[in-house]
């Protein structure tokens, strides 16, 4: 059964993690909250690295922590940013989301606003293996 967090709930959630970020380099900390169809959140922050390559957003942080506990099953995703602007995901992250929540949704804030937008919005004809 899928619990009910409200979009400034759980961006409240990624707002509260992102001081968890490790981004000596850029200083850009961003935080991300999940939802899972049954209810449970999961958190990420990005994660940076002197080899830039070996870097993680927080979208895929919070998404691998899922699945390596088994969740497969997402509704939304939060994400904010310690620029105070709206900041979407990176085309890495979107299509990690699309392999498990292609019809669900990306809720962005500026702190004073928040939008929201389907993953297949965001990345139409992503690369799929679906099997029929």
Excluded at 52 to 74: H, L, M, N, P, Q
Excluded at 75 to 83: G, L
């Amino acid at each position: 059964m899928e619990k009910m967090i409200s979009d400034k709930e759980l961006c409240e959630i990624a707002v509260n993690i992102q001081k968890n970020a490790y981004a000596p380099y850029s200083e850009f900390r961003v935080g991300a909250a999940l939802l899972c169809k049954d209810g449970s959140v999961y958190t990420g922050v990005n994660i940076e690295n002197a080899s830039f390559g070996a870097t993680i957003c927080a979208e895929r942080c919070a998404i691998f922590k899922a699945v390596s506990d088994g969740k497969k099953d997402f509704v939304k995703i939060a994400i904010t940013s310690s620029s105070n602007d709206f900041t979407m995901p990176c085309g890495m992250c979107r299509q990690v989301m699309s392999e498990f929540m292609e019809d669900g949704a990306v809720i962005v804030t500026n702190g004073k606003e928040i939008k929201s937008f389907k993953v297949s919005e965001l990345l139409p004809g992503s690369f799929s293996f679906k099997k029929e």
